[in-house]
């Protein structure tokens, strides 16, 4: 990963993913976690400079559903990359801070997307299962309880 960047630039990013972007642990219809960081937008110009800052994969979303909406582009990284990255962002973080922990805990613990195969231990399992259900609470939309 280049991380040719300043402290400015961590700051700037991590204040994209703070207001427009998402730490998650996604679970497939196959029970497969993957941990996820993205950041979202209709100005490319932004993401790809972003990219150019803190590698990743930058793709459109899906197609707009209404001609007078601007496509929209998602800029997201790998594990091993967010890896790297996470660490760094943490001091600038304030919004999704918590989401950005779990997300390198379950990291930390499972390295790569993990099937239930790959559990070796019922602990492993509940730890993988818990990290979902708190990171999934987090992004619960609607009114707090």
């Not at 790809?48 to 601007?70: C, I, N, Q, T």
Request: with cysteine; proline share 3%.
């Amino acid at each position: 990963m280049n991380l040719d960047c300043t402290e400015c630039d961590l700051a700037y990013l991590a204040g994209m993913l703070d207001g427009e972007g998402t730490f998650s642990i996604q679970r497939t219809k196959n029970n497969v976690y993957c941990p996820r960081m993205n950041v979202g937008n209709t100005d490319k110009a932004a993401l790809e400079w972003l990219k150019s800052k803190f590698d990743g994969h930058l793709r459109p979303a899906d197609v707009p559903k209404e001609p007078h909406h601007k496509q929209v582009w998602v800029l997201q990284w790998r594990v091993l990359e967010m890896l790297e990255l996470i660490p760094k962002l943490l001091l600038f973080l304030h919004i999704k801070k918590k989401q950005a922990e779990i997300v390198l805990e379950y990291i930390s613990h499972f390295s790569m997307c993990i099937t239930r195969a790959n559990i070796r231990t019922q602990e492993q399992l509940d730890h993988r299962i818990a990290l979902f259900n708190e990171m999934r609470a987090l992004n619960h939309r609607g009114v707090s309880v």
